[in-house]
């Protein structure tokens, strides 16, 4: 077999097996056999860049940048639903059907995924385009964000020449979503409330790489080509052997009882599902009467969706707690009266913010509707005000702290209330110190998060850098601690002098570095005292590094209290800076600043990250005065290179690189 058999051989044996795993459920070989494959198909592309693909399996790891997206327009507009409630409803709709069609009508019944529309375009069995819905008529192409989704075939498994748009909904299913958002509560960033929205946020990320860590999946609901099938149940049973993606609870069925019968099973059953639904969507099968009942101005006449009530139940709203995070916001808690909702008790639910109560003028003892769709939190959605009694007040948000006792303050443009107490709130000590010895950061052995609040609590620390101070006959004889306990944590806090800079930093503490951030600065700065001393500008020069961070650095270096506790930490051999063995293999490119954009063909975006960074040079994000040069690659963005030329930056190319790195170059 010569190369390119032995490529396309591969891409062919990657697609199948990616089909398998995702649409079929039913794979033939191991994780690691497919990740091997892989592997050898991206070497063999690369030392044969002639034969790169757009819609390779390689291509699916992402590493595109879109600034802003392009807007594209739909072959044929992607309507909205008509929506149905009840029994009578659907009745309604089918009377007006049948005054237009005088033969029997079948319909389909499809489940109604809650997440975004997608609008495929394949070209002779390619994918070409990928399009959000937008406003009907256009939208965004997303299109190497969505070829990131395993469950996007990038070539079908059919031969079909000509051009077609298909249609889908994407989501991000429940399993995958509950994981996502446990990542960033261990990063201290903010979960993500519902997956609708975070698979729509997921869509318009300008990273790609980032949407292929996203659990994406594609439903694929229609293909807009009257040729290919003649009513949709073929459509469904078909599709798979096309490559796409289709849920198999479907139905077809001439009786309104029947249908309805799916509904309320699915209403029913809906939270067993893997991902979350909004409803049913009822379609007439049959597509020459599908022709014959067109569209009004908004929805098809054929089609409507069932939208089903969330679960919701009312109860007394008891009191209002507050809980203090490690970074000081305050959350306020509804305490409500236990009631039954979707099969769990709740007895708890977010009200958010100050804003959140004062809009709905939610207050206590109030009667309360509270409602459970997929979310994992129950949300207040109404409080029912004739059962209000006559001197009930409205509810004044503190304006202290309700552990501590200082004044409350909100930032412009945040909707919640921080603590600034920074080193004298206690749920905020002991968040940071829990922060500082969990798993990801200093990973303390022998200390747990209850003892942090006991050790607190019992005055013995009031921040991380005490632990260093502890003494064995301290904590021998606290609660829980006996001898052998008292000895695994003097030794766990002094194992944890060897954890190395990155993980220091993120234990740190400080708002918006997560361990991504942290690891960025670790490698940008190399040490503490060059971040901490660092500039707005030099902080936002760095890849990834946004405004909302640099700030949040500039004001824990400017406290001097968190100044002293590095110095103390100093003082006890934490490691503040990086490892000199994973340091530079040359120092050529030393103060040397650098921005890729593009499409390389002998080196993925991160390949050319290392190379330039492991040679001494910086990576920035985007261009400024302070770049020397930008690597370019094929399909880079417009507007990179005007800024380029306008600042008069150099453009190379990735063999101009090599070449400045191999010492060959005249450039310098
Ligand atoms: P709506 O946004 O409420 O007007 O509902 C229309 C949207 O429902 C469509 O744009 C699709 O994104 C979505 N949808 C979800 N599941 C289906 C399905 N099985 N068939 C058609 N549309 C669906
Ligand atoms: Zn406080």
Redesign the pocket.
């Known amino acids: 077999m010569n190369i390119s058999e032995k490529i396309f051989s591969l891409r062919k044996k990657l697609h199948d097996h990616n089909y398998r795993y995702y649409v079929l459920d039913d794979p033939l070989i191991s994780d690691y056999d497919f990740d091997m494959m892989l592997k050898e198909l991206e070497k063999l592309e690369k030392e044969n860049p002639e034969h790169f693909d757009i819609n390779s399996p390689t291509q699916r790891v992402g590493g595109d940048i879109t600034k802003s997206f392009n807007t594209s327009v739909h072959g044929t507009p992607?309507?909205?639903?008509?929506?149905s409630y009840s029994l009578e409803d659907l009745k309604e709709w089918e009377k007006r059907i049948k005054k237009i069609i005088d033969s029997p009508v079948e319909y389909t019944c499809?489940?109604?995924?809650?997440?975004?529309?997608?609008n495929l375009t394949y070209k002779d069995g390619e994918l070409l385009r990928a399009v959000t819905?937008g406003d009907g008529v256009k939208g965004d192409d997303v299109t190497s964000n969505v070829k990131t989704i395993p469950t996007v075939p990038l070539k079908l498994r059919e031969n079909i020449t000509g051009e077609f748009e298909a249609?889908?909904?994407i989501v991000m299913p429940l399993d995958g979503f509950n994981q996502l958002n446990k990542k960033r509560l261990e990063n201290g960033e903010e979960p993500f409330k519902n997956p609708r929205n975070t698979a729509s946020g997921s869509l318009k990320l300008q990273d790609s790489k980032e949407v292929s860590e996203r659990p994406l999946e594609c439903?694929l609901?229609?293909v807009e080509d009257p040729k290919l099938f003649n009513n949709h149940i073929q459509f469904l049973e078909n599709a798979k052997s096309f490559g796409f993606n289709i849920?198999d609870n479907?139905k077809c069925s001439s009786s309104l009882d029947e249908i309805f019968e799916f509904i309320e099973y699915w209403e029913k059953n809906r939270l067993n599902l893997p991902f979350e639904?909004?409803?049913?969507?009822l379609?007439v099968n049959d597509f020459y009467q599908r022709e014959a009942l067109g569209f009004t101005s908004k929805?098809p006449r054929w089609?409507m969706?069932y939208?089903f009530k969330p679960e919701n139940t009312g109860t007394r709203l008891n009191s209002i707690s507050f809980q203090v995070g490690r970074t000081g916001s305050i959350t306020p808690v509804a305490n409500l009266e236990p009631v039954n909702l979707a099969g769990t008790i709740v007895k708890r639910a977010s009200l958010h913010n100050a804003d959140f109560i004062e809009t709905m003028d939610i207050r206590i003892g109030d009667y309360v509707y509270v409602e459970k769709g997929g979310d994992i939190i129950p949300k207040i959605t109404n409080v029912d005000i004739s059962k209000r009694s006559l001197d009930s007040e409205k509810f004044e948000f503190p304006e202290y702290c309700p552990e501590c006792g200082s004044k409350l303050h909100r930032f412009e443009g945040e909707a919640n209330h921080y603590c600034l107490n920074y080193n004298g709130c206690k749920p905020q000590i002991i968040g940071r110190i829990q922060h500082y010895i969990s798993r990801k950061a200093l990973d303390i052995e022998g200390l747990g998060q209850e003892t942090v609040a006991l050790l607190v609590n019992a005055n013995l620390i009031k921040n991380y850098s005490d632990l260093y101070e502890l003494k064995f006959d301290q904590i021998v004889g606290l609660e829980r601690m006996a001898e052998k306990s008292a000895n695994n944590l003097i030794t766990g806090i002094l194992d944890s002098k060897n954890i190395p800079f990155e993980r220091v930093l993120y234990g740190l503490g400080i708002r918006y570095v997560g361990e991504t951030v942290a690891k960025k600065l670790a490698k940008h700065f190399e040490n503490i005292d060059n971040i901490l001393n660092s500039d707005f500008d030099e902080l936002i020069s760095v890849d990834e590094i946004g405004e909302k961070i640099a700030n949040s650095i500039i004001e824990f270096s400017q406290n001097s209290e968190n100044v002293e506790i590095i110095n103390s930490l100093k003082s006890h051999n934490i490691q503040f800076e990086i490892d000199d063995s994973n340091k530079n293999v040359s120092s050529i490119l030393v103060r040397k600043s650098f921005v890729i954009s593009g499409v390389f063909a002998n080196f993925s975006r991160d390949e050319l990250k290392k190379l330039i960074e492991s040679n001494g040079g910086k990576i920035s994000s985007s261009i400024s005065s302070k770049t020397t040069y930008l690597v370019a690659g094929s399909n880079m963005g417009p507007s990179k290179k005007e800024k380029a030329e306008k600042l008069n930056i150099k453009i190379i190319s990735e063999t101009e690189l090599s070449n400045l790195i191999s010492g060959q170059n005249l450039l310098f």
Do not use: P, T
């Open positions: 992607m309507y909205s639903l008509d929506n499809e489940l109604k995924f809650d997440g975004v529309s997608i819905r249609r889908g909904e439903l609901y229609s849920y479907y639904i909004d409803g049913v969507v379609k929805f089609a969706a939208k």
